[in-house]
């Protein structure tokens, strides 16, 4: 069975940073292009960052590039966001997806 499942969000104040992990179960995240996205309330979905398992190059949004890194571990088969100089246009509900499954996310809120 595949899961994957997200923690690490939390309350922030602007210019603050955060790690997002997601433990995955069910499949190796070696073999996959694994993401982030984000789901802020009244907006879209925005897809934020992707590492890509076949050469292990990065793609990130413009609005999280030079703030936000994604990385792995393929040992421990977990999937990592951090985040830095946090603003509060991040606040969203984080979520670590694989091409067919997605967990069900972390609140992060940064605000005063």
């Known amino acids: 069975q595949v899961h994957l499942v997200e923690s690490g969000g939390a309350l922030v104040q602007p210019g603050g940073s955060l790690r997002l992990s997601c433990a995955v179960s069910g499949f190796m995240v070696r073999y996959y292009d694994m993401s982030w996205y984000r789901q802020a309330p009244g907006k879209e979905r925005e897809d934020i960052a992707i590492?890509?398992?076949?050469?292990?190059?990065?793609f990130y949004a413009d609005s999280v590039t030079g703030r936000f890194t994604i990385s792995k571990d393929n040992n421990e088969n977990m999937v990592y966001l951090e985040m830095s100089n946090l603003k509060p246009e991040d606040t969203a509900v984080y979520y670590c997806k694989s091409p067919y499954y997605w967990g069900q996310g972390t609140q992060v809120t940064v605000s005063s």
């Open positions: 590492l890509f398992a076949n050469n292990g190059g990065e």
